[in-house]
């Protein structure tokens, strides 16, 4: 049974770092991708990052790029979004799901079933 359970997340002032888990059962990272993904309420679910099968590579939205970075334990099946230099704006509950394949373009990701429970993150100015 394919299954997507997250962690992390909380509360943290402007310019601290959270990092997201995200524990894979049923399938295996090292064979299928990874997608994150915000979304704050009444607005539309925005693409984040996403990493590879392995960990080969991964993709970044502009507004996290060079401050999120994604990552994989292929032994724990565990994907992570470490993210620093939060702003207020990173505020939103964030989710993991499987991907078809991690484009450049992580707005163009492709997503199929197994979505994680969600984690909040707060950013507090």
């Known amino acids: 049974q394919v299954q997507i359970v997250q962690s992390g997340g909380g509360l943290v002032q402007s310019g601290g770092s959270l990092r997201l888990s995200c524990a894979a059962s049923g399938f295996s990272v090292s064979y299928v991708g990874i997608g994150w993904f915000r979304q704050v309420p009444g607005k539309e679910r925005e693409a984040v990052s996403c990493i590879s099968p392995s960990g080969r590579y991964s993709n970044y939205a502009d507004s996290v790029k060079g401050r999120f970075t994604s990552s994989g334990d292929n032994a724990e099946n565990t994907v992570y979004l470490q993210m620093n230099d939060l702003k207020p704006e990173d505020t939103a509950t964030y989710y993991c799901?499987?991907?078809?394949?991690?484009?450049?373009?992580?707005?163009?990701?492709?997503?199929?079933?197994?979505w994680g429970q969600g984690s909040q993150v707060t950013v507090s100015s």
């Open positions: 799901t499987r991907i078809r394949t991690c484009s450049e373009d992580v707005r163009a990701l492709r997503t199929f079933g197994s």
